[in-house]
């Protein structure tokens, strides 16, 4: 079974400063990663989609990077901003070879201090 | 544009009681998505659905039920309300297996 683990579960950094935020996966055979944001009370929006034959995506001052070997993602936020602080969570597919059942992080909870 | 929109917001219910939520997408996508997302946890995959009249099981099925008559609408039905229901839920739509758009959600107390 699949099982997505992302570490710290909450980070708090001046504003400025460029951050990493971890995700791990227990299954490799993964058909694609997803990196979402969730603000207070509000639904998930998608930041960046990784394809498996994919090593990293970029978006504005976001990039994503993908090492299924090692199970591992990293999203990279670049002159962090207030307007940054929210959840982050990484979703993977439940099993190979299909996207459409995806597995949820627990998340991490982003504070950018002014 | 409105998206995926979800109705309500937010409701209480008592154990036994029975409802249905709201789930309707303005966007022709396919495929639809009910999660569930307890406190300081992920989404979990209730049920599912890639078409009109087509609907599967998710990771945590037991307890709901889902139809799908139309390409907008995919409501989900809590038939006997327990306290372990409690949560809040999430729609979410997509074009085959693009990045799915989500509603805003609806909290659901069970007492």
């Known amino acids: 079974k699949q099982e997505v683990t992302q570490i710290p579960a909450a980070l708090s950094v001046p504003e400025g400063e460029n951050l990493v935020l971890n995700c791990s996966f227990t299954?490799?055979?993964?058909?694609?990663l997803q990196w979402f944001r969730q603000d207070p009370g509000k639904g998930l929006t998608s930041l960046l989609l990784i394809q498996s034959s994919q090593r990293e995506q970029t978006s504005g001052r976001l990039n994503a990077s993908l090492d299924k070997s090692s199970g591992r993602s990293t999203l990279y936020i670049a002159a962090s901003q207030p307007g940054d602080s929210a959840t982050y969570l990484c979703a993977v597919p439940l099993s190979s070879g299909s996207a459409r059942q995806l597995t949820f992080g627990s998340g991490t909870q982003l504070t950018v201090l002014p | 544009n409105a998206g995926v929109t979800q109705t309500p917001k937010f409701r209480i219910l008592k154990i036994g009681q029975s409802m249905t939520l709201q789930c309707t997408q303005d966007?022709?996508?396919?495929?639809m998505y009910w999660y569930r997302q307890d406190p300081g946890m992920g989404l979990k995959l209730i049920y599912y659905s890639v078409g009109a009249g087509i609907t599967d099981k998710g990771e945590v099925p037991n307890g709901y039920n889902v139809s799908r008559s139309t390409t907008e609408d995919f409501p989900l039905r809590l038939e006997l309300a327990a306290p372990s229901q409690t949560s809040v839920y999430f729609c979410?739509?997509?074009?085959?297996?693009?990045?799915?758009?989500f509603g805003d959600g609806t909290r659901l107390s069970i007492l």
């Open positions: 299954d490799s055979a993964i058909y694609n």
């Open positions: 966007m022709n996508h396919n495929y």
């Open positions: 979410a739509s997509s074009y085959l297996d693009q990045p799915q758009h």
